[in-house]
């Protein structure tokens, strides 16, 4: 057990310096979307084993599911985050950034859970007086859709309501325009002044919630492991936060490092190095924990 | 992909209106492409494979109402279920397959449906995409969803007939990804639920085939 510790921690090692050394970002993109297939494939067979009642399967779907939501927020579409995390170094309160990123994930995945059961429920309903072509070709997708139209109109209100308000809003930082709404942007978090205020925030990242875990509930719902779903889809928004936290925290660290006195470029490229291989570091952990669950 | 197709566009009708498009892939899709060519050494048209990710195809037998065991085989019978199951293209959906001659698109005619089947937990879909006009010389192939709600890879290779000398250029995902962004600030995009740049084509490599030359 001792030695594969080692072994794994070397890997991690070699396989930060490749990250780092060789292509970098490139790199580091290409592997967390192919990470995100592999995760993807291998998920049916978790629940598959669920379903068989293969006890340790439930476990692996949740490991599946905490490097889905990392690889989903760190791949290509998201470059966003990580290029928001170095506005962290001013003055953002990363514990602050870190509980509304934990936060909002957490509150996304409940907006899957509740969509996709509000979905069922409405799928249900109207099943009886659908006619047979109907069910087929519309799927609970679609009624989970119907379901979060509601929510999101709503919703939409209360976040054009936080975007208008008279604050100075329109400096373009590189937080600003956050491609990604799986988390908050610094910028968006240094606004942040009371309860009333992070709750609107969570809540407009929360009213989109990931395909992802939507897949993963209406599935495990179909296959009557409800609970395994609910699960996983929390546990996914942990991953997505993840990756946030990992940002907040070593855009940090290295802030108050002598290596940030480095001013511009360098530093800047430092910052993005670190950065890749604390996230090589943290899903080889992850991985590893998932091959020690697979011996 | 008519399922995909048809849930997106309800999804998208209903949530956010016209100019929405989902952000980041969800669906991955291993592409293999099979150039053919005429007698005279003319492209003519490329075969299509597609091998759906394992959880889309679970989610695909699901919503056709097969492997209702969910066991990952399907029963007697339930194969034939399958053909054609992802060629009720929607109107302007253009088949993730795109061609060029110089910087000139060819011309696609309508998908003609091959076999389907379920392999190894995944499903795989096979057709054919005529060129309206064969063309003769060097051609540009690529596959990608402009909205990259599904990427696709071309992990199932490139064959093209004897005579034809093939190449791959590989994506550039850092200059793809800094587009994206680019893109998005560009057009001001404040909210990307509300809106995505069409960026598919940037993560997709690139295939090039000259026949006869």
Not at chain 2, 17 to 44: C, K, M, N, Q, Y
Not at chain 2, 113 to 127: D, I, M, N, T
Not at chain 2, 146 to 172: K, M, R
């Amino acid at each position: 057990m001792r030695w594969l510790g080692f072994a794994v921690l070397a890997l991690c090692g070699a396989l930060a310096l490749w990250l780092w050394g060789y292509g970098g970002m490139e790199d580091l993109s290409r592997w967390a979307a192919s990470g995100q297939r592999d995760v993807q494939n291998q998920m049916a067979g978790a629940l598959r084993g669920i379903k068989a009642g293969q006890g340790a399967a439930f476990w692996s779907l949740m490991g599946l599911c905490f490097a889905y939501g990392f690889f989903h927020a760190a791949g290509p579409g998201h470059g966003k985050v990580l290029i928001g995390g170095y506005g962290l170094g001013r003055d953002v309160a990363r514990v602050k950034l870190a509980g509304l990123a934990v936060a909002s994930s957490l509150a996304q995945a409940l907006t899957a859970v509740v969509v996709v059961y509000a979905g069922v429920g409405l799928f249900q309903l109207g099943r009886a007086q659908l006619e047979g072509v109907a069910e087929k070709t519309m799927a609970p997708v679609s009624y989970g859709a119907i379901a979060l139209v509601g929510v999101w109109l709503g919703l939409r209100g209360v976040r054009r309501w936080w975007a208008s308000r008279p604050v100075d809003h329109h400096e373009h930082h590189e937080g600003c325009g956050c491609g990604h709404a799986h988390g908050p942007d610094p910028e968006a978090a240094a606004k942040v002044g009371n309860w009333r205020e992070a709750a609107v925030l969570i809540a407009s990242i929360a009213i989109r919630p990931c395909t992802g875990a939507i897949f993963v509930l209406l599935l495990c719902w179909k296959l009557g492991i409800d609970l395994a779903g609910i699960a996983g889809a929390f546990v996914m928004g942990l991953g997505t936060a993840s990756v946030t936290l990992l940002v907040a925290f070593a855009a940090h660290g290295l802030r108050t490092s002598a290596l940030m006195q480095v001013a511009g470029g360098a530093g800047a490229l430092r910052l993005q190095a670190v950065i890749e291989i604390a996230a090589g570091a943290i899903v080889c952990i992850a991985a590893s924990q998932l091959l020690l669950r697979a011996l | 992909m008519n399922y995909r197709v048809l849930q997106m566009a309800a999804l998208g009708a209903l949530m956010f209106g016209p100019g929405f498009a989902w952000a980041h892939p969800h669906i991955f899709i291993e592409t293999r492409l099979v150039v053919r060519t005429d007698g005279a050494g003319a492209v003519s048209g490329v075969e299509v494979q597609w091998t759906y990710d394992e959880l889309y195809s679970m989610m695909l037998l699901d919503e056709m109402g097969l492997d209702q065991d969910y066991d990952g085989v399907l029963a007697d019978g339930e194969a034939a279920t399958l053909d054609g199951f992802d060629m009720n293209w929607q109107p302007g959906y253009a088949g993730d397959l795109y061609l060029w001659q110089g910087d000139e698109a060819l011309e696609l005619g309508a998908p003609e449906p091959l076999e389907s089947a379920y392999e190894g937990g995944r499903v795989v879909s096979r057709h054919f995409r005529p060129l309206v006009t064969p063309v003769l010389g060097e051609v540009r192939i690529k596959a990608y969803d402009p909205t990259f709600y599904t990427a696709y890879d071309l992990g199932g290779g490139v064959d093209v007939p004897e005579g034809c000398v093939v190449s791959v250029i590989v994506a550039d995902i850092k200059a793809a990804q800094d587009k994206t962004n680019a893109l998005i600030e560009e057009l001001g995009i404040l909210n990307t639920d509300v809106e995505y740049p069409e960026v598919g084509a940037e993560f997709a490599d690139e295939v090039t085939v000259s026949c006869g030359g």
